[in-house]
């Protein structure tokens, strides 16, 4: 198998709290879609690749790689749709699962994405995943020439309590921490990067639904939430608010499409349970985890196409399982 053909999982990050390091750098955390890119100037091929390894290069073609390196690369960062120079996910989301090529076409000139990268995996030849993130810092910086819609994660030394704020402030998520001589991880879930985010957020596999009522009769009320440890799903708890209503009646036809008779928990529940296939992901907002490792007051914020159920572990509440109480 050839460097442009393989099956790259991106590297990725635990959280943390901000704090400042002169063996970190800082960057901006942007709210978008992961992508590994593969570029091929002899051959004049691209493929960018996300989290799940779907190739999605047909969605963006404004992404002008071929015009971004001038040798071929494999280059790691994130695709974003900007608004008032912030990342907007809900932009970024309608150009996901298009497939019209007209509509991709409209789609691009209505909401251009961005493509900014912050790593380089693959250059010259050679694969650089090895060498520290200092020496593949000044390799990228060396090989890529930005242009409308491939720009280059700006990098920042010291200070990453200050900055975290002032990210905070601009509108943006909050920080990437990467410590300066660590390599690239494949598919790791690293401390030598750290997330540092202003909300506390979790994926979260979605495994049913309570159903409706009032107002939400007919449609579901509350989508049950669970994390895996190895091939065990953990119960995390429901949410029932974040939802728009046209989401309410769209999402309630998917489920109903992947409803399964075996329950995934024994415990039980105020209302029957509707269990479905563990496919969908979501994103949610909350405030803590209870002691029995539950989500309190959690908000829906999102689905996630762009990650796997599996990609949901139960590393997110790793701390609250060493010490759960359950009743």
Known sequence: ??????????????????????????????????????????????????????????????????????????????????????????????????????????????????????????????????????????????VLSETEHVLKVESFREKGVELFSKAVSMGFEGLVAKRIDSPYRPGVRSDEWLKIKKRRTMDCVITGYLEGEGQREGLFGSLVLAVYDGETLIHVGQVGTGFSSDFLREFT??????????????????????????????????????????LRAPVFRRLRYDKSPEDCTAEQIEECIKNRVVD
């Open 1 to 142: 198998m050839s460097w442009f053909d393989e099956k790259i999982r991106p590297m990725l990050a635990k959280r943390a709290e901000p704090f400042d390091s002169p063996d970190f750098i800082y960057e901006l955390k942007l709210d978008g879609t992961r992508c590994i890119a593969f570029v091929d100037v002899e051959r004049r091929r691209v493929r960018m690749q996300n989290r799940r390894l779907f190739e999605i290069a047909y969605r963006y073609p404004e992404i002008d790689l071929l015009s971004a390196f001038d040798d071929s690369v494999v280059v790691d960062g994130e695709i974003v749709v900007l608004k008032n120079g912030v990342p907007d996910f809900s932009l970024l989301q309608k150009r996901e699962h298009v497939d019209s090529e007209s509509r991709v076409r409209i789609l691009s000139k209505l909401y251009p994405a961005v493509y900014f990268v912050f790593d380089v995996l693959y250059s010259s030849g050679r694969w650089t995943m090895k060498r520290p993130l200092s020496e593949r810092k000044e390799i990228l910086g060396e």
């Open 253 to 294: 036809g998917k489920l109903r499409e992947i409803e399964i008779q075996t329950p995934h928990f024994s415990e039980s529940f105020a209302r029957p349970v509707h269990w479905v296939k563990p496919v969908y992901v979501c994103e949610v907002e909350y405030l803590e985890l209870t002691k029995d490792c539950k």
